[in-house]
């Protein structure tokens, strides 16, 4: 079972690779809805699944944060990022696999997934 | 929501919306004759008056002004009292809020806890200058999360580190886990 000896050794640990930062222009803040709303629909798991992924992955230059109610509750769980100088991206109805997507092929790839981006489900609603 | 740990986020969520720096989370089963679950959520927040505490629960009453419902502490009284509880919110402005649900763990409508871990993780992971104190209790068994000692054990190490979320999420399962063993929930 986890124990506090175990959190002294994982500091340690952590000290060496701490001091790796990249430069805040190239940061990326990614922000999970977590209101009542998220919550309901699932957002818990999306930001878990995304911390570890972008754990797994190094990603230094990633910020993982919250928000409350954008007021799109019906295309939760909701993730936007934020790119310098780039446009936000918002992702809509999120699940675990998706975000994992996400991390691969827009964090690290840089190619937003259209697909996944509230401008396509509205589209497929309008059809 | 499908799960009580759900609830828990919610709510302190408020209270850290509410600018609250220590939110101390308590959970208590007790397994006797009348099997019972307390858990309250207290926290240092700027609080309500009692006219606006009175109302949290109405899901047609909220102080935002983006949208006309609030839902989160109105979903919470219902999941109590579907497992024969109750639920109560004290508050005094400058001072904080504490919110109370009881339920009967073991009714059949009752909401299962779920993965408190997952919900400790999240919670600190997205408060950064929030102390969140867990405290959970099973017939005497207890454990406590602690971000004011875990933050003392990690000197220049930030709490928010992904790693050290994941270990922290781990610590609550497993010792979560550890105190239920035993019980009917186990």
């Known amino acids: 079972?986890?124990?506090?000896?175990?959190?002294?050794?994982?500091?340690?640990?952590?000290?060496?690779q701490m001091g790796i930062r990249h430069d805040a222009k190239d940061n990326i803040r990614v922000v999970v809805g977590m209101a009542t709303c998220?919550?309901?629909?699932?957002?818990r798991p999306v930001l878990q699944r995304l911390t570890e992924e972008v754990a797994k992955r190094g990603l230094k230059n990633v910020t993982v944060a919250q928000t409350g109610c954008i007021g799109i509750c019906q295309y939760e769980p909701v993730v936007e990022v934020f790119e310098n100088g780039k446009e936000k991206v918002t992702y809509v109805k999120m699940t675990e696999d998706k975000i994992a997507q996400v991390v691969a092929e827009h964090l690290v790839n840089g190619n937003p997934i259209v697909e996944y981006t509230i401008g396509a489900a509205q589209a497929e609603a309008k059809d | 929501m499908e799960e009580l740990s759900l609830h828990i986020l919610?709510?302190?969520?408020?209270?850290?919306?509410?600018?609250?720096?220590?939110?101390?989370?308590?959970?208590?089963?007790?397994?006797?004759?009348?099997?019972?679950?307390?858990i309250t959520v207290r926290d240092n927040g700027r609080g309500m008056s009692p006219e606006v505490a009175g109302r949290v629960s109405d899901p047609f009453y909220t102080t935002r002004t983006t949208r006309k419902v609030g839902l989160g502490t109105a979903l919470f009284r219902q999941t109590a009292e579907l497992a024969g509880g109750s639920f109560r919110v004290w508050s005094?402005?400058?001072?904080?809020?504490?919110?109370?649900?009881?339920?009967?763990?073991?009714?059949?409508?009752?909401?299962?806890?779920?993965?408190?871990?997952?919900?400790?993780?999240?919670l600190v992971q997205t408060s950064p200058g929030v102390e969140l104190v867990l405290h959970a209790v099973c017939d005497g068994r207890e454990f406590t999360a602690d971000t004011r000692q875990f933050r003392e054990i990690l000197g220049d190490v930030p709490l928010d580190t992904p790693e050290v979320i994941a270990f922290l999420t781990e610590f609550v399962r497993e010792n979560f886990a550890e105190i239920l063993r035993g019980s009917p929930l186990a």
């Open chain 2, 92 to 122: 005094e402005p400058g001072k904080g809020t504490e919110v109370t649900a009881e339920l009967n763990p073991l009714h059949l409508d009752a909401v299962p806890m779920g993965d408190l871990g997952g919900t400790y993780g999240v």
């Open chain 1, 1 to 16: 079972m986890k124990s506090l000896a175990e959190l002294q050794a994982l500091r340690d640990q952590m000290k060496d």
């Open chain 2, 10 to 38: 919610d709510i302190v969520e408020n209270s850290v919306s509410a600018g609250a720096t220590l939110v101390e989370i308590r959970i208590e089963y007790r397994f006797g004759e009348k099997p019972w679950l307390t």
């Open chain 1, 38 to 43: 998220g919550i309901a629909a699932g957002a």
